[in-house]
C-alpha cells in the first residue's frame, strides 16, 4: 500500500507541477482502519489555479494507468477522491474537479465534500505532500455533523430498505454505530471502532447481525465469497431499519 500510495503521490506530482499546494489522505487508511477488499484509501490533492482540460484529461484515468503498469498491486484499484482548487474548496462552488469514486471516475463541477470527510481530513488527515493548510479550514459544527446524519438517515431510509449480496451492505450497520457515535460526542471515529462502541453501549437492537459485520469488516477477503455469508448479506434489510430507527430516535432528541 505504501508503494501504491507513494506512486500516486509522485504520479500527481509530476502531472501537476508546482500547481499541487497539498496532498492529503483521509478516511480509513488515516484512522487506521483500512481493511483491504472493503476499504479505500481516500485522497485529495488541492491545487493553486484550476487544472487545464488537458490535465483534467490525464489525471481522469490515473488510477486506471497506474494499475496496468502493476497490475500485481491490487491497492490501486482502492483509491478514491479529487484533485480540486483550493480556493474553489473554501468556497464550494466549482469550475473543473477530476473525482474518482466506487462506480467510476468524472470531471465535474458537481463535487460535495461531505461533513465527516472533513472532520476526518481535518482531525486524523495525514499529509503527504506540500503544505499544510488545515488551519485555515473550519472544523464542522456539531449542528453541521447532526445535518449530516440527518441525511445518512435519509439515505438508509431510501436505499436499504432492502440489501444485496456486496459487503457494503453490512455497512450499513456500521455506518449507522458511528452515526449514534458522532450525535453523542460531536465527534467523528472509524467505522470499526463506531461498531464495537455501539455493542460496548448496548444500542444496537441487531447485537448478532452487528457483530458479525463487525467480523466480516475485520477480515473481507476471507468471509466474502462465502456462500453463507453472501446470503446472509442479502437479507439484511430489516435489520438495517430496525437500527436505524434507533438513530432516528436519536436525531428527535438532539434537537
Sequence with gaps: MKYAIDTMKNALVSILGDNVVSIYLYGSVAMDDFKLGWSDIDIICFIKHIMSEEQAEELVELRQNLLKLDQNNTYFRSFEGA???????????????????????????NYVFDVFSRYELMNDGILLYGNDIRQSLCLPTYLQLREGVMQHLETIRKHAITTNQSLYSCGWLLDTARCLYTLRTGQVISKTMAGYWALEQELCPVEEDLRKTIMIRNEPMKYKN???????????????????NVLEIELEQTK
Design 226 to 244: 462465502m456462500p453463507e455469508v453472501v446470503s446472509w448479506l442479502s437479507l439484511l434489510g430489516e435489520s438495517v431499519q430496525v437500527f436505524a
Design 83 to 109: 484533485i480540486v482548487s483550493l480556493e474553489e474548496f473554501y468556497n464550494e462552488e466549482y469550475t473543473r474537479v477530476v473525482y474518482w469514486g466506487t462506480s467510476g471516475q468524472r470531471i465535474t463541477n
